[in-house]
């Protein structure tokens, strides 16, 4: 029986160091890069030079920095080549543009709104309008001439630009 239990740890002992002996390969992950680039600093510096409490974040894509203007909160988001795609900002209900008061008066009676926010691109400015009625919440894009922008529709649509160009 002794002569069992030593042969029973004897293999034992052979089968752990097989094992730490195996060579593993080393995985080498790609290196994401954490640090903002000096292109996008500068084009957001031109762009918001009196900014505070800048705080960056990396996205796929691209950039995106929150920071305080004029005592406002913002987001802008930036590409990866430092050239700046939209910014955006929460505003009151009662700065909405008097045409898109009108739309959400018509169309959206049963609605109460919850969140406005304005954004604007280089291909101009829309709003989102963040809606409840009842237990539902949905989220309205809207033109500033009061148009609702197809769910489907960007900021960067040439149909938007030629939309945005109506007011």
């Known amino acids: 029986m002794k002569s069992?239990?030593?042969?029973?740890?004897?293999?034992?002992?052979?089968?752990?160091?097989?094992?730490?002996?195996?060579k593993t390969e080393e995985v080498h992950e790609p290196e994401v890069t954490t640090t903002v680039l000096d292109?996008?600093?500068?084009?957001?510096?031109?762009?918001?030079?009196?900014?505070?409490?800048?705080?960056w974040k990396q996205e796929e894509g691209g950039w995106e920095v929150e920071f305080e203007l004029d005592g406002i909160e913002y987001e802008a988001e930036y590409d990866l080549d430092g050239e700046w795609l939209k910014t955006e900002h929460e505003i009151s209900?009662?700065?909405?543009?008097?045409?898109?008061?009108?739309?959400?008066?018509?169309?959206?009676?049963?609605?109460?709104?919850?969140?406005v926010e304005?954004?604007?691109?280089?291909?101009?400015?829309?709003?989102?309008v963040k809606l409840r009625k009842g237990g539902d919440i949905e989220e309205?894009?809207?033109?500033?001439?009061?148009?609702?922008?197809?769910?489907?529709?960007?900021?960067?649509?040439?149909?938007?630009?030629s939309e945005m160009d109506n007011d």
């Open 39 to 55: 292109n996008i600093k500068s084009a957001f510096s031109e762009k918001y030079p009196n900014a505070k409490d800048v705080e």
């Open 140 to 161: 309205a894009k809207f033109y500033p001439n009061g148009k609702i922008m197809a769910p489907k529709d960007n900021a960067n649509s040439d149909k938007e630009h």
């Open 118 to 128: 304005k954004y604007d691109s280089r291909e101009g400015a829309y709003y989102e």
């Open 4 to 22: 069992f239990k030593l042969l029973l740890v004897l293999s034992m002992l052979l089968i752990t160091i097989s094992c730490s002996e195996q």
């Open 93 to 115: 209900e009662s700065e909405l543009p008097e045409m898109i008061q009108n739309t959400l008066d018509g169309e959206y009676t049963a609605y109460a709104i919850m969140e």
